[in-house]
T-cell receptor, first 114, second 114 residues
Framework: AQSVAQPEDQVNVAEGNPLTVKCTYS??????LFWYVQYPNRGLQFLLK??????LVKGSYGFEAEFNKSQTSFHLKKPSALVSDSALYFC????????????FGGGTRLMVKP | DAGVIQSPRHEVTEMGQEVTLRCKPI?????LFWYRQTMMRGLELLIY????????DSGMPEDRFSAKMPNASFSTLKIQPSEPRDSAVYFC????????????FGPGTRLTVT
């Protein structure tokens, strides 16, 4: 069975500093990996995905994520955090054997302080 | 495109009443998902439809919950009878099997059962 782990419930970073939100996964086949962001009182919003190809994936709002097969990780990064990046972030994985379903991690709350 | 549309946005009802949540997926998407989000349990997949057919309903909590998708543009999630522990935000999401499976979420329905 596929699974996703987000080891940090909350990440705190100062505005202007780089940020990393961690994600590790477990699947039986080749993974499709996703990051979503949820702002207060809103639905989840797609940020970026890794399917194949370049291990560094660029997405919306200046975010990027690096796929590392040997470490089974897909960490979300941004070179310079903004206060407006404060939100709940979810990592998700699709297993090739699981149809169209995604398995979501528990979420990490990112707090960017001025 | 208007995105995934959910109604109502907020629902307050008394224990024992029937509740019906509605979802209109993005046109052309062939997969539809119902999720529930609570502070305690995080984001849970309740049921997943592909081409209007329920594929996986293992996440449906109990027989009080039922979901239908009578056509490609409409789905309902019904709770009968409702209980206070059903209070949560319910999200509908849709995806296209030909678009690498990222899901697009609606704004959610916040259900409060008193």
């Amino acid at each position: 069975a596929q699974s996703v782990a987000q080891p940090e419930d909350q990440v705190n970073v100062a505005e202007g500093n780089p940020l990393t939100v961690k994600c590790t996964y477990s699947v039986s086949g080749n993974p499709y990996l996703f990051w979503y962001v949820q702002y207060p009182n809103r639905g989840l919003q797609f940020l970026l995905k890794y399917i194949t190809g370049d291990n560094l994936v660029k997405g919306s709002y200046g975010f990027e994520a690096e796929f590392n097969k040997s470490q089974t990780s897909f960490h979300l990064k941004k070179p310079s955090a903004l206060v407006s990046d404060s939100a709940l972030y979810f990592c998700a994985v699709r297993d090739n054997n699981a149809g169209n379903m995604l398995t979501f991690g528990g979420g990490t709350r990112l707090m960017v302080k001025p | 495109d208007a995105g995934v549309i959910q109604s109502p946005r907020h629902e307050v009802t008394e224990m024992g009443q029937e509740v019906t949540l509605r979802c209109k997926p993005i046109s052309g998407h062939n997969s539809l998902f119902w999720y529930r989000q609570t502070m305690m349990r995080g984001l849970e997949l309740l049921i997943y439809f592909n081409n209007n057919v329920p594929i996986d309903d293992s996440g449906m909590p109990e027989d009080r919950f039922s979901a239908k998708m009578p056509n490609a543009s409409f789905s309902t999630l019904k709770i009968q009878p409702s209980e206070p522990r059903d209070s949560a935000v319910y999200f509908c999401a849709s995806s296209s099997g030909t678009a690498a499976y990222e899901q697009y979420f609606g704004p959610g329905t916040r259900l409060t059962v008193t």
